[in-house]
């Protein structure tokens, strides 16, 4: 059975180009399309797609209106197709928060040759999009107080590694909003995400998180208490300098820019037994294998379990080749985190 989806987009020929992008693979239908937020909404009622790719900027109601009431209603899987997703990351990543599985982002210019470009990726996020089930769109955990937590004498030599792609920014927020703010530990998140997105994914971040959250620099400290997002389009890694641990950055041709794998087998070498790794929810296997050589170096590993990922991807090949310690819902990683920064306290 064909994917069924339905294209949500204010102009005619980009309803159109999407329809004909989706249907060049056979194993997508495109049932209905629609002109806006409320002609969407009417339109999935009646044709009930499994999949909806969404514009933000529509008259009468937009995106962001529109998904939010789509949530309220019955959750579909959503993927975000708009060029503002360049001009203005902070409502893509709005998007993404209120429960839309991925974006494409539409090229900025308008010859019909350019848009095509964007053919391969939107397929293949739309058929990854199909296989997310409703229930996980709509469970993502309510943030509640964080609680007091005891981290005294906890050694501050210790770091935590997190790496996300689809679905990352939404389990993020949830992670960081949950952590304190007396955390002893330094943190370095790698998310897949372009790089016009990299500031307001930081600054979003910042905005729900007790600690300080800043896009890594070249030569940044890690300090306990800070996160610090790794850029797109580099690699991110650490070195011991000066006797202090900080950031280097690198120039790559990989095809994930940044590397959660990169950045985990960096922190391995450095940190060995005093890092932590954590592995959200993505498509692929990014980051198993750097998991698994924070674990052969005497970590801890933390992989989300596939009741709360959006996509179940990365953190099932880390669990299939054995770099993981604790498999968990998204919920209880929090406290997992206060339970292992316990157990070093108890080392010492």
């Known amino acids: 059975m064909a994917i069924t989806v339905l294209v949500v987009d204010d102009s005619a020929f980009m309803r159109q180009l999407i329809k004909q992008m989706l249907e060049s693979d056979p194993g997508i239908k495109v049932v209905a399309v629609a002109t806006d937020g409320i002609d969407a909404l009417n339109k999935i009622d009646f044709y009930r797609p499994q999949v909806v790719t969404l514009d933000l900027e529509m008259p009468r109601m937009d995106g962001l209106t529109m998904l939010a009431e789509l949530m309220r209603r019955h959750p579909l899987p959503v993927v975000v197709v708009s060029s503002i997703a360049v001009e203005g990351g902070e409502q893509t990543l709005q998007a993404l928060e209120l429960g839309a599985v ?48 005891d981290f005294d004498n906890v050694p501050s030599t210790g770091i935590v590694v997190v790496g996300a792609s689809t679905g990352g920014p939404r389990a993020l927020r949830y992670l960081l909003s949950q952590i304190p703010p007396d955390f002893p530990w330094g943190m370095i998140i790698a998310q897949h995400i372009p790089a016009e997105f990299t500031q307001s994914f930081a600054a979003r971040l910042g905005s ?10 070249e030569n940044d400290e890690v300090r306990p208490g800070q996160v610090l997002v790794a850029p797109s389009g580099l690699q991110t890694g650490v070195v011991r300098k000066d006797g202090k641990t900080r950031i280097k950055l690198e120039q790559s041709d990989a095809i994930y820019r940044p590397s959660v794998d990169y950045l985990f087998n960096s922190v391995a070498a450095v940190y060995k037994e005093n890092t932590v790794g954590v592995l959200l929810t993505g498509m692929g296997a990014d980051g198993a294998y750097g998991l698994k050589l924070i674990k052969e170096a005497g970590g801890i590993t933390i992989a989300e379990a596939a009741t709360s990922c959006v996509i179940y991807g990365m953190p099932r090949v880390a669990a299939e080749i054995g770099a993981v310690h604790y498999q968990l819902p998204l919920a209880e990683i929090p406290k997992c985190l206060s339970s292992v920064l316990a157990r070093y306290k108890q080392k010492q």
């Open 102 to 149: 991925d974006f494409v982002t539409k090229p900025v210019a308008k010859p019909s040759q350019e848009l095509w470009q964007i053919q391969d990726e939107l397929v293949l996020k739309v058929k990854a999009a199909a296989e997310v089930r409703p229930e996980i769109i709509e469970q993502l955990p309510v943030a509640e107080p964080v609680p007091e937590q």
């Open 208 to 217: 729900l998180s007790a600690l300080k959250v800043k896009v890594a620099e």
